[in-house]
């Protein structure tokens, strides 16, 4: 027997005047603020910063290919 998503997630979607409107108080739209986008750098931009540093310090101590950002601006 198929299962019918549209009655499922039907009852999930918010409609646009849902979202402007709670108790009788108007609110803005949903939005990314600057703690977001903090959270954004900090979860996500700082463990792949230092995940490149890692792999490029293992690479240069193999090998000895220097592949780093510090090789381009020692040079």
């Known amino acids: 027997m198929p299962i ?6 039907g009852k999930l979607h918010i409609t646009q005047r849902d979202r402007h409107r709670v108790l009788g108080h108007d609110i803005p739209r949903p939005r ?23 792999l490029d310090l293992l690479v240069q101590w193999l090998f000895g290919w220097c592949v780093g950002v510090w090789c381009v601006l020692a040079s």
Request: proline content about 3%; overall charge neutral.
């Open 4 to 9: 019918n998503y549209s009655s499922i997630f």
């Open 32 to 54: 990314l603020t600057g703690a977001g986008a903090a959270y954004l750098l900090l979860y996500l931009g700082l463990p792949v910063l230092v995940l490149g540093n890692v």
